[in-house]
C-alpha cells in the first residue's frame, strides 16, 4: 500500500541529493499526484497517444518507468496485436514495486520491467516512446544523444512523449509559474519546509530545459513535428513525431 509523503516534513541537518530509494518508491503515487499538476491528465492522454501509435509487431519503449503508471496507462488502451512494453528504470526499489503492479493487471500486451541505465538500452523497432519527468533527472551533456539514440530506433511515423518541468527566459514569468507550483503544493498540504527542503534536495539533480531548448534539440535530431500539448504552470508535456 502506498504511503503518505512526509520525507521532508522534519528539519533535515545534511539534505543530500534527491534519490529515487526505498523511501521515496513508497511514498511515489501521493509524492507525484502532489507534486505535479495534472500529472493524472498526462498520465490518460499517454494512453491515448499509444493508442493511436502503437504499430502492430513493434516495442513500446517507457523510459524511466518509476512505479509503472505510464506503462499501465499504455497498455490499457493499446489494442494493436504483437506489441510489447519494455518499463525500464535504474531504481531497484521502483523496479521492485513496478513488477508487482503490472502483474497484478491482465493484458494481452507483455510488459518487460527492467533494471537499467536508460542510456545504455538499445532503443530498436520502437512506435513509441515515453520520457516522463526522465529526461530532467539526467546530465544536461547526456540528453542530446539520448533522444538521437530514441529518434534512430523509432520507427517512421513514430512518436516520443516528454514529459517536464520547463524553465522560462522571461524572469518575471518564471518566478510567477514557481510561485504558483509552489501555491499548488501548498494547497495540497505540504508545508513550507517540505517546499524549501525538496527543493534544495533536487536542485543538485534536475535542471530543467525551456521549451525553446526542447524544440531545437528535436529540430535538430530530425524529428518532423513536435509541440507541447500539455502545460499547467511550469509542468508540461511534449510530443515529437519522426
Not at 522534519?10 to 523511501?23: Q, S, V
Not at 518507468?65 to 499504455?74: D, I, K, Q
Not at 517540505?194 to 525551456?210: C, L, T
Amino acid at each position: 500500500m502506498a504511503g503518505h509523503d512526509n520525507i521532508f516534513a522534519a528539519p533535515i541537518e545534511k539534505l543530500g541529493d534527491f534519490t529515487f530509494d526505498e523511501r521515496v518508491a513508497e511514498v511515489f503515487p501521493d509524492m507525484i499526484q502532489r507534486s505535479v499538476p495534472g500529472y493524472s491528465n498526462i498520465i490518460s492522454a499517454i494512453g491515448m497517444l499509444a493508442e493511436r501509435f502503437a504499430k502492430p509487431h513493434s516495442k513500446i519503449f517507457d523510459l524511466g518507468c518509476s512505479l509503472g503508471a505510464a506503462t499501465l496507462s499504455m497498455r490499457r488502451h493499446i489494442q494493436q496485436e504483437g506489441c510489447e512494453i519494455l518499463a525500464i528504470d535504474n531504481s531497484a526499489a521502483m523496479v521492485e514495486r513496478c513488477r508487482l503492479l503490472v502483474d497484478a493487471y491482465r493484458s494481452d500486451t507483455p510488459v518487460q520491467v527492467i533494471e537499467a541505465d536508460i542510456r545504455e538500452v538499445d532503443i530498436v523497432d520502437a512506435s513509441v516512446v515515453v520520457l516522463n519527468f526522465t529526461l530532467q533527472f539526467l546530465a544536461p551533456q547526456d540528453r542530446q544523444a539520448l533522444l538521437e539514440k530514441i529518434y534512430q530506433g523509432l520507427r517512421p511515423g513514430g512518436i516520443l512523449i516528454l514529459s517536464e518541468k520547463y524553465i522560462f527566459d522571461d524572469e518575471r514569468a518564471n518566478e510567477l509559474l514557481i510561485d504558483l507550483h509552489h501555491d499548488f503544493k501548498r494547497a495540497n498540504g505540504y508545508s513550507e519546509l517540505e517546499i524549501s527542503q525538496k527543493r534544495s534536495a533536487i536542485e543538485n539533480v534536475m535542471r530543467p530545459d525551456s521549451i525553446e531548448t526542447h524544440k531545437a534539440r528535436f529540430n535538430q535530431i530530425g524529428f518532423s513535428s513536435s509541440e507541447v500539448w500539455f502545460q499547467c504552470f511550469n509542468f508540461g508535456s511534449m510530443f515529437a513525431i519522426k
